[in-house]
């Protein structure tokens, strides 16, 4: 009788087959990992999306309510016209009107700043009183606005905004800190851009003014 002989596997064989693994689990890694770090990118450009869509909702329902320059002057009118939006590279100041139910309207100072790569909104108290508002205007406008902030998004590189003007787009005023002045001619557009350190990619939404 010949004797049952079972044949195993070979050392070299073995090395070729853990080789394979490693090869097959290295491949496998590289691949979950691409698939991970590409979740993780996408999930931070929707964000980001959603959070530039959020902060231009909130724009548009400021310059929907923007004030009118005929709103803002007095009787007699004073020797220029009061100023109602200024808007330079990464900061937007206007004046908006606020409603409350049975009563007349407000008006308030809101500005848009970016600090620090967060773009920032603050609005403040309404008022009746024009000489009130120049006081609110002349503090947002020079960065003495001690009113608490909201962060609508961080991450921000650079805001632009322009104003549409006898038929073309200009930059949207001067800067913070120097002495502002209404607009030479009556705007009834603002386009905005904003651009975030996770994409390339700049957002841009035109707005009408007064919601016309």
Known sequence: MRADRRRGFTLIELLVAISILAIVAVLGWRGLDGIIRARVALTSQMEATRGMQLAFAQMQSDIEHIATADLLQQVPPQPQPRPFLLAPANHMTLVRTAYRENEAALLQVVSYSLVDGVLLRRESAGTRDLIQLDKLWKAATTDTDN??????????????????????????????????????????????????????????????????
């Open 147 to 212: 009113t608490a902030p909201v962060a609508l998004q961080s991450g921000v590189t650079a805001m632009m905004t322009e104003v549409w003007e006898n038929k073309h787009w200009l930059p949207g005023g001067q800067p913070p800190g120097s002495n502002p002045t209404a607009l030479s001619l009556d705007p009834t557009g603002i386009r905005v851009s904003l651009q975030t350190k996770d994409t390339q990619l700049v957002m841009t939404k035109s707005f009408l003014m007064g919601g016309l």
